[in-house]
Structures are given as C-alpha cells and as structure tokens.
C-alpha cells in the first residue's frame, strides 16, 4: 500500500515509490483503523470509581463528581482516554462531551483530542446540572461550529433528548437541534425504553440524527428510526454492564445505518472495540441458540466501514481504498493469543482472539502513532500521573455521594 500526503494512494503487490519509509507487515493483518461511534472521554480518569453499588452507580456518581470538573480536569481525562484509544487501534472516535461547563471545558476537549493525534467528533453536550428549560449556550456553539468545520477533530451536537414526561426538556431541544442543523452540525442523542416512542413523535428524527443504545426500542419504533434515515450506535459492552438488557443484533439489523461503540473507557472498563465486537457476536449466536448466526466479518464492518457510514464518513474512512485517508491498524497474530489460527478467514480470527495488546501499529491520517506495541512521541507515565493526581482531587472536592435515604 503507498500513502502520501495522508490518503491511501494505492493497493497492490510490487509498488515501487522513491523517498518514502517503509513498513514491513509482513506477517501481520493489515486492516481499517477501528471507528468508534459513541464514547465519553471527559470521564476515562473516573475508571474503578464504577463499583456497581448504589453509591457508585454510574448515573449517580457521573453527576456527583462531573460538577467538580475544572477544563483542567477535562483536558487531562480526556487526553488519557483518547490515548488508551488509539493504543487500542481505534483512529476515529465520536466523543459525546456531556460535562462542557464553559467555553474553556470545550477548548480543553479539542485541545486533548488533538494532541493525542485520534481523529474526532467532539460533541457539544449539556452538563448534567443544565435545567431543561435552559438551552446550551447557542452564541457559543455557532462560534465553534464555524472554526471545527474540517479537519481532524470536527463537530457535533450532543443532545440532552426528550426525557420522559419533560415538555420543557422537548420544546428546549426543538430549539437546540434547529440551532445545530442550521449549523450544519451532525446530531447524536442516548435513547432507550419509553424515550424511544418519545423520539419518534418528537419528529426531530433525520439522516442527521444519531441514536444512541435504542434499548427495548420496539419494531415500530426501530421502522421509524429506519424511516427517517437515522443512524444507531451500538455499545454491547456498556449496555449490559448497566443493565439495560441484552444487545441482540438481529433486533436492531432493520435499522440499516449501524455501528459498534465504546461508550467511555471508565464504564466500559476500557477501551476495547474487539471486545464489543466479540460480545455482540457471542450475544448474537446465544440468543438465537445458533454458531452460524453470526459472519464475523459483518461484525467487523460494524466497527469499521458500517461504522465510519452510520456516522456520514464513509467518504474518507472506515476502509481501505484508495483515495480515503490513511487510518490503518496491524494487528500481530504472533502472540500467544492469536497465534495457530488459520489465515483463511482473517475476520473470525480478529472477532474472537484479537484484543488492544495485539494491535502492534496504528496510522491515522498517514502518521504513524504506534509502532512495535509503543505509542510514539507520547509521555504514558505522566499522562497517567496527571489523570491520577485530577480524579484524586476530584474525589476530594465532591466528598462521597450523599446516602440514598440523607435529606428523609
Ligand atoms: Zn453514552
């Protein structure tokens, strides 16, 4: 393969180029970058504070500490989530920034996301102490819409949603979506249960639109979501950490626009798109008690070229072809893990033995980010240190989530 300039020039045995540094991949399996369609990188830092108690449930504690954010803490989280990302062979990521609290949270999330070199769409969300009467501030928006337009780290709206019974949360977001399409920005949304029929008769729904998780969304519904050319993101991972239910593919194939997603390193646990690929599969073929319902290779679409279209940038990701830019992985199947597997179908064997420490290179735009298992040009100690030293002092400004029954 010849890459220049950034774009996948040419694929083929023999090519010959001058002045140019040569991989050997020899041995290795040479695939698309991982597109990542939904996560939450502001809260990486908070990985172990999830303890699946009730005074570490993960709705509850994500509000109790995402108050005490400072843009500091953002940038230092979401650096450190964005770099474990792309370690772990993922070169595009949709980040759903739900903490932007001022202008400057917002400069820290794209300054982090661009300084780990990841390709990205940052997400302009509310904050969880954001009345839904109130909108975000839309001046602002308008502001960072016209200088994200294009470029490695571009923008998107995350909105808050229906909510359930919540007319004023409705009318507000009416508001906020027309502000944002009239930008021309993409629009993502979390939905699930009785927010699912919300969101239909809501009529915000459009090619536009991305939904995420969708959970118990019934076939009316998910035929609606269809209708109006939404796209889905699904996170088999999160979901099922959170108890939403099972993640079955074959109750969301109807929806045709499709993709797998993170979903935040801290609740997910970290940032393996290889195991949302594998638990979708293994959910897959036990819910409908059959090996063979599942090709591998459509779940590695998903996480790649299905991913990179249900997100409106197949055009230049999500698939190795030339003229798209150069967002590449080599996954080592000489390891232990991976090694005596047939070479027949590269896609089985990236399913279900492949995990983030086999990703030996990672390439996103044409520059190499990871060689040899190593992030380059990357302090990883002092990352990590930083991210340490911000949720400690997080933990001490918030004090522990008050008890259920305090306030009684
Ligand atoms: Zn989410």
Redesign the pocket.
């Known amino acids: 393969m010849l890459v220049r300039e950034g774009r996948i020039v040419e694929v083929g045995r023999g090519l010959e180029a001058a002045g140019v540094e040569r991989i050997d991949a020899a041995g290795m399996i040479l695939m698309p970058g991982l597109v990542d369609t939904?996560n939450?990188l502001w809260l990486s830092a908070a990985r172990g504070q999830f303890r699946n108690t009730a005074r570490t449930d993960y709705f509850v504690l994500k509000k109790h500490l995402g108050r005490h954010y400072t843009a500091r803490d953002i940038e230092v989280g979401t650096y450190f989530g964005a770099l474990e990302t792309l370690a772990s062979g993922v070169t595009t990521t949709v980040d759903?920034f739900h903490n932007l609290r001022s202008p400057a949270h917002l400069d820290a999330a794209e300054r982090a996301l661009r300084r780990s070199g990841i390709r990205a769409r940052l997400l302009y969300g509310a904050h969880d102490d954001l009345p839904g009467h109130e909108s975000v501030d839309l001046e602002h928006l308008a502001a960072v819409a016209g200088r994200m337009r294009q470029g490695m780290v571009t923008l998107g709206f995350g909105w808050r949603g229906v909510g359930e019974g919540a007319p004023a949360l409705l009318e507000n977001g009416r508001r906020e979506v027309a502000a944002a399409r009239a930008l021309g920005l993409p629009v993502s949304v979390?939905s699930g249960g009785k927010r699912n029929g919300a969101l239909v008769a809501s009529g915000l729904l459009g090619k536009d639109v991305q939904i995420?998780h969708a959970t118990g969304a019934t076939p009316g519904e998910l035929a609606a979501f269809r209708a109006a050319g939404s796209a889905l993101s699904l996170?088999p991972v999160t979901e099922q950490r959170v108890g939403y239910g099972l993640t079955v593919l074959s109750d969301y194939q109807d929806v045709g626009r499709l993709g797998l997603g993170i979903?935040?390193t801290a609740l997910a646990g970290s940032a393996d798109l290889f195991a949302n690929m594998r638990l979708l599969a293994l959910t897959e073929s036990g819910a409908r008690k059959a090996e063979t319902a599942v090709a591998p290779r459509r779940i590695l679409e998903l996480a790649t070229i299905e991913a990179a279209r249900s997100i409106g940038m197949d055009d230049q990701i999500g698939s190795i072809t030339p003229g798209k830019r150069a967002d590449l992985i080599l996954v080592d199947p000489g390891a232990l893990n991976m090694a005596l597997s047939s070479e027949d179908d590269p896609y089985a064997l990236v399913v279900y033995s492949a995990t983030p420490a086999n990703v030996d290179t990672v390439i996103v735009d044409g520059v190499v980010r990871k060689r040899g298992g190593r992030l380059l040009g990357v302090d990883v100690p002092q990352a990590m240190k930083d991210a340490r030293g911000s949720i400690e002092a997080i933990m001490e400004r918030a004090g522990p989530v008050p008890a259920p029954n305090a306030g009684k």
């Open positions: 939904h939450h759903f979390h995420v996170t979903d935040g």
